[in-house]
């Protein structure tokens, strides 16, 4: 086995495979994924090489920045940008992992929920916690906003 994870040589594979099909959208999101990625393996004091769960956070982390680009770009009334931050963000989801659904979602708080209460924290109290946990065993793939919203609805309900 190579010492470069799965995940980053299909991006550099397909990064390729764009620059030869000319496809800017690809292109231009495959190189910031990879950048992002470069930042993050040389960021401490040593440079390290990303595991692939380590490289599916950056990717949802830049996922995450192009959905947040789009929507201020319908703010400021460019439609042409959004197109294309969501077209970017589309490429990049490719590489991760499936998100868990609502209704597993909703399995996963109600049992956090339940630890929670058997532990004394209860109500609005339990939230920090109840949502940490969800995020972890739901993976990096996840929107924590969504799961924090969920979480409020069902600690208030």
Do not use: N
Not at 33 to 45: H, K, Q, R, W
Not at 89 to 97: F, G, K, R
């Amino acid at each position: 086995m190579t010492d470069q994870p799965i995940i980053k040589q299909q991006l550099q594979t397909a990064l390729t495979a764009a620059m030869k099909a000319r496809d800017e959208v690809a292109l231009s999101a495959l190189r910031q994924a990879l950048s992002a990625i470069a930042v993050a393996e040389t960021a401490g004091d040593e440079v390290v090489v990303l595991s692939d769960a380590q490289v599916v956070a950056v990717l949802a982390v830049e996922v995450r920045m192009h959905h947040e680009t789009a929507d201020a770009f319908v703010t400021a009334g460019r439609p042409e940008r959004v197109d294309r931050s969501r077209a970017e963000a589309a490429v990049l989801e490719a590489y991760l992992p499936a998100a868990l659904g609502d209704d597993e979602l909703q399995r996963l708080i109600g049992e956090e929920i339940g630890k929670a209460a058997v532990d004394g924290a209860t109500g609005m109290k339990a939230m920090g916690r109840v949502v940490s946990a969800v995020r972890a065993a739901a993976g990096p793939s996840a929107d924590g906003a969504k799961i924090a919203a969920m979480v409020k609805t069902a600690l208030a309900g």
